[in-house]
């Protein structure tokens, strides 16, 4: 219970993607959390077309603004004046603000060498890969397996959003997976 109330009290942007999708149960049984569930919809409604998807910042006000509604405990709607941009900026914020990021630390190096492998030998490396993702926790492999599907499907766009799988790879990665103490070297890899 207290953990509950802590996170009322926190908000949902910089908690334990954990503890939100404990949290948000409350709203009935989901994967992912709700603000990312929310972003991903609307996205698919009304942006899989938008030149620069993920690339464009969204009115920084506006983001600020729904995030803390989410924060409050609200349940923000977009309608149709809501700009995609800004609920793109704010999916980008709440992965980038996780505690940690949904490959935890202390995998960073493992899927950093898994990366490698596939490019020498690509069946190699997707039997790793596919152990690796096994060994995340639940929370992080739904939400990495939900992110990755819909970047999936944005790509299939690629054509009129010129978001092809290496633009957001560049845009979604450091957000994904990152180094506990971001060093040049490991920025480059």
Do not use: W
């Not at 569930?37 to 698919?44: A, M, S």
């Not at 309608?79 to 914020?93: P, R």
């Not at 490959?103 to 490698?116: A, I, K, M, N, T």
């Amino acid at each position: 219970m207290y953990a509950n109330v802590a996170l009322c009290l926190m908000g949902v942007f910089g908690q334990s993607l954990e503890e939100t999708v404990l949290y948000e149960r409350r709203y009935g049984v989901r994967l992912v959390p709700l603000v990312v569930e929310q972003c991903v919809t609307f996205i698919r409604e009304r942006g899989l077309h938008e030149v620069g998807l993920f690339r464009q910042s969204g009115q920084a006000s506006l983001v600020k603004e729904l995030q803390e509604a989410f924060d409050a405990g609200e349940r923000p709607s977009f309608d149709s004046s809501t700009d995609v941009h800004t609920v793109a900026s704010l999916l980008k914020l709440y992965l980038r603000q996780l505690p940690e990021p949904l490959v935890p630390y202390s995998r960073y190096q493992e899927f950093l060498l898994c990366g490698q492998k596939l490019l020498s030998d690509r069946t190699l490396g997707l039997g790793e890969l596919r152990n690796l993702l096994r060994e995340l926790p639940v929370a992080n492999f739904n939400l990495l397996n939900f992110i990755c599907q819909f970047l999936n499907e944005v790509q299939s766009y690629s054509s009129s959003n010129k978001m092809s799988g290496q633009n957001l790879a560049t845009v979604f990665g450091p957000n994904i997976l990152r180094a506990k103490a971001e060093d040049p070297q490991s920025i480059v890899g």
